[in-house]
C-alpha cells in the first residue's frame, strides 16, 4: 500500500502541482479508505466506497464529502494509470451540505484578542504581529508560517505571498501590521540554519509550525475572554466578512484572498441584516432625496 500511496502523491505533487498540505491531506484520506476496505483498490465497487463513507458517522458532512473528493482523485489516478476501468465514486452521490457560514469575530473580538497579548517579550512582539497580518492581510495559516521578510515591501505598504497551487499574489500591508512586524524584527531571535529569510521562528530559530500558531490563537483568544472556537482561518474569515459589510467591491477581496471562483468569495456576503438594509436604503435612488 506504501508504494501505491507514494505514486499517487508524486502524481498530485508533479502532474497536478498540489500542495504539500493539499497532497498530505489526499493521501491521509487514501490511506484510511484503503486500511478499512477487505479488498484490494483494483476490486473497489461503489457500494464500497458509500459503506466506508456512511460509517464515518463521527465526521460532519463536510468532511465526509472532502474524504468523496480524495477517493475519488485516487480513483480517477487509478484510470489514468489504466489499473481500473471506471471510478467507483461516479456512482457515489456526495452529502448533502447545508450553506456553511465560517464563524466571524467582530471587531471589538478582534481588537481585545490582538491587545490580550503581551508585549514584553519577543514571542509576545511575534505574536501580535501574526495576529495583525492575519487579520489585516487575510492571510491562510500556510501563507503566514511561510512569509518570508524579503517579500515584506515596507515602503510600499504590500507584501507578496505565496498561496495554494504555489500562486503568488499581493495583497496591501497596513501600517498596524507594518509595525508590529518591524517592532518583532527588531528583537527576532537568531535563525536556525537555512531560516534566514522565514519571518515568524519558533524559540529555536525555526520556521514557525502551523500548530503552534493554531495554539498561540487559541490561547489569546481565552486571554480576551473571547469564547469562540477560533483559529487563525477565523481571522481570514473576519478580514473578508469586514471588508464587504464596509462597502469593500467582492472582486476586490476575491483577490486579496487568492480565490480562484467569485462564488467560493460569495460566502462573506451574509453581512447583519441591519447592515444591508441601511446600504440599500442609503443607496437606491427612490429614497434619496
Not at 518583532?184 to 529555536?204: G, M, T, V
Not at 468569495?265 to 453581512?271: A, L, P, Q, S, W
Amino acid at each position: 500500500m506504501s508504494k501505491i500511496l507514494k505514486d499517487y502523491g508524486n502524481y498530485l505533487k508533479i502532474e497536478r502541482a498540489m500542495s504539500q498540505n493539499t497532497v498530505a491531506s489526499y493521501c491521509s484520506d487514501v490511506s484510511a479508505f484503503l486500511k478499512e476496505i477487505p479488498c484490494s483498490a483494483k476490486l473497489v465497487k461503489p457500494e464500497d466506497i458509500e459503506a466506508y463513507i456512511g460509517s464515518r458517522t463521527e465526521l460532519s458532512k463536510r468532511t465526509q464529502a472532502r474524504v468523496l473528493s480524495s477517493l475519488r482523485s485516487f480513483f480517477s489516478w487509478l484510470v489514468i494509470e489504466g489499473a481500473v476501468k471506471d471510478n467507483p465514486c461516479d456512482k457515489v452521490d456526495s452529502p448533502k451540505l447545508g450553506r456553511y457560514l465560517p464563524d466571524v469575530l467582530s471587531v471589538e473580538e478582534v481588537e481585545a484578542i490582538i491587545e490580550s497579548v503581551d508585549l514584553t517579550s519577543w514571542q509576545g512582539l511575534r505574536d501580535r504581529a501574526i495576529l495583525e497580518m492575519l487579520y489585516g492581510s487575510g492571510l491562510r495559516v500556510s501563507e503566514a508560517t511561510g512569509l518570508r521578510i524579503s517579500s515584506l515591501y515596507f515602503e510600499d505598504g504590500f507584501v507578496r505571498v505565496i498561496g495554494k497551487g504555489d500562486k503568488e499574489r499581493l495583497v496591501p500591508m497596513g501600517e498596524v501590521a507594518a509595525k508590529a512586524v518591524l517592532d518583532y524584527l527588531e528583537r527576532r531571535p537568531e535563525p536556525a540554519a537555512a531560516c534566514d529569510d522565514i519571518l515568524f521562528l519558533n524559540k529555536s530559530g525555526s520556521r514557525l509550525s502551523r500548530q503552534s500558531m493554531f495554539k498561540m490563537i487559541k490561547k489569546q483568544a481565552l486571554a480576551a475572554g473571547v469564547r469562540k472556537d477560533i483559529s487563525p482561518h477565523t481571522f481570514r474569515h473576519s478580514f473578508a466578512t469586514h471588508l464587504v459589510e464596509n462597502g469593500a467591491d467582492l472582486r476586490v477581496v476575491q483577490d486579496m484572498l487568492g480565490h480562484e471562483s467569485i462564488t467560493t468569495t460569495e460566502i462573506y456576503m451574509h453581512v447583519e441584516s441591519s447592515t444591508w438594509h441601511r446600504n440599500i436604503m442609503e443607496h437606491h435612488p427612490r429614497n434619496k432625496g
